[in-house]
Every structure is written in structure tokens, then in C-alpha cells.
């Protein structure tokens, strides 16, 4: 079955850009079949979702975030990327990659997610 | 933006009983073409990702059992535990996918009484 894996740094220092990129097994993100994304978890906090791509590079990103943030797809790889600028301490949280299941006009639910991985933003 | 909010923020309930779970959001997400609630239901287990147990509002997702289900339309919806188990300790999460930007609920916490 379809599988999703984070990996990037765990600490990153304020002003500068958090990286992540999310890993997919069991499914082929050039298949056009669904739209990839990433949420994030603060600590001990809800879930907020910040963007999601389409195979061929279309992004939608939160508009809360849109001005820091973009996204990427490698289908060579079978990974998307998140990239968000100019970090402070309220961007440390488990950040979640997961798969879209895809609508007419945008995306649905998010199913699976993976692991998660926690980001911390500190000097 | 749609928001969505949850009640109650936490919940106990014994062993075989019933837990019920609500969410409002701010405007409705029922979409009249289609007639279908753009709502989805998630559960989260302590260090665990969240998990999909419904979508449109009452479709049960493959392989949740069927003490879950889910029930309302427009801007109320409700999940149920017919009959709670320990294994339902959990955090419970609503999700609107009626417009972008999508939005969940708080959470709800539920234990056992």
C-alpha cells in the first residue's frame, strides 16, 4: 500500500528557510491520480494545512502562508518538496506530508499521511 | 475562511458506551449540486498520524469499523462511537474540503470514564 515518508533537518534557525521533501512508495506521483500535500502540528495543537501540488507542478498554497512558502515535485524521484521562508519560533511543528484524493475543481481528504516529522525553529 | 469548531474539547466515557462528537463550521459546506457534505473525520492516536475515518459527511473509509459513524449536513455534523472501545482513546478531528483554504476542527480528546 501506499506509503509516505518526511526527512529534512529537525532544527532550523530563525530567518532562515525550512526544507522538507516527502517520499512516496506505493503509488506514482506521475500517475495524475491524486494531489500531494503537507500539514502541519504545532505541539500539543491542531492541524493546519499549508499547500498542496499536482503531478505536473500546479501548487494551491494557504493564502496564511502563501507569501513564505512553494512547493515541488520531482516524479523521478517520486518525492514533492516544501520549502517555507523566513521561519520564527511559531513555525516549529510536526509537519505531515499526505495524499490527496482529488476532486473536479481541487482536492478532498487527506489519505494516508505520514510519520510526521518534527521541525524546530530556534537560533 | 471556513471555521470549523469542535465540541467538547475533551470527553470520558465508559467502556461500551456511547461518545458523541460535534462539529459546526462557520458556513456550509453542502455543496447543492451534488447534494454531498464536503466533511471528512479523522482520528489521532498519541504519536501517531492522523488517520481517515470518514468522508462526505458519513462514508465510512475501508477498514473502520462500523461502531463509527458520521451524520448531519450543511453546517453540523456529529461523529458516533456506538459502543466505545479502548482502542478508540483517541483524538478526533473534522476537515472541510468544501473550499480552499481546508480547515479542521481543534480536536476533541477523547478518553475512557
Known amino acids: 500500500q501506499v506509503q509516505l515518508q518526511e526527512s529534512g533537518p529537525g532544527l532550523v534557525k530563525p530567518s532562515q528557510t525550512l526544507s522538507l521533501t516527502c517520499t512516496v512508495s506505493?503509488?506514482?506521483?506521475?500517475?495524475?491520480?491524486?494531489?500531494w500535500s503537507w500539514i502541519r502540528q504545532p505541539p500539543g495543537k491542531g492541524l493546519e494545512w499549508i499547500a498542496y501540488?499536482?503531478?505536473?507542478?500546479?501548487?494551491y498554497y494557504n493564502p496564511s502562508l502563501k507569501s513564505r512558502v512553494s512547493m515541488s515535485v520531482d516524479t523521478s524521484k517520486n518525492q514533492f518538496s516544501l520549502k517555507l521562508n523566513s521561519v520564527t519560533a511559531a513555525d516549529t511543528a510536526l509537519y505531515y506530508c499526505?495524499?490527496?484524493?482529488?476532486?473536479?475543481?481541487?482536492?478532498?481528504?487527506?489519505?494516508?499521511w505520514g510519520q510526521g516529522t518534527l521541525v524546530t525553529v530556534s537560533p | 475562511d471556513i471555521v470549523m469548531t469542535q465540541s467538547p474539547d475533551s470527553l470520558a466515557v465508559s467502556l461500551g458506551e456511547r461518545a458523541t462528537i460535534n462539529c459546526k463550521s462557520s458556513?456550509?459546506?453542502?455543496?447543492?449540486?451534488?447534494?454531498?457534505?464536503?466533511l471528512a473525520w479523522y482520528q489521532q492516536k498519541p504519536g501517531q498520524p492522523p488517520k481517515l475515518l470518514i468522508y462526505?459527511?458519513?462514508t465510512r473509509e475501508s477498514g473502520v469499523p462500523d461502531r463509527f459513524s458520521g451524520s448531519g449536513s450543511g453546517t453540523d455534523f456529529t461523529l458516533t462511537i456506538s459502543s466505545l472501545q479502548a482502542e478508540d482513546v483517541a483524538v478526533y478531528y473534522c476537515?472541510?474540503?468544501?473550499?480552499?483554504?481546508?480547515?479542521f476542527g481543534q480536536g476533541t480528546r477523547l478518553e475512557i470514564k
Open positions: 506505493g503509488d506514482s506521483i506521475s500517475s495524475g491520480d491524486y494531489y
Open positions: 501540488i499536482y503531478y505536473s507542478g500546479s501548487t
Open positions: 499526505a495524499r490527496v484524493v482529488p476532486g473536479p475543481m481541487s482536492g478532498y481528504w487527506f489519505d494516508p
Open positions: 476537515q472541510q474540503y468544501y473550499d480552499t483554504p481546508y480547515s
Open positions: 462526505w459527511a458519513s
Open positions: 458556513q456550509t459546506v453542502l455543496y447543492s449540486s451534488n447534494n454531498h457534505n464536503y
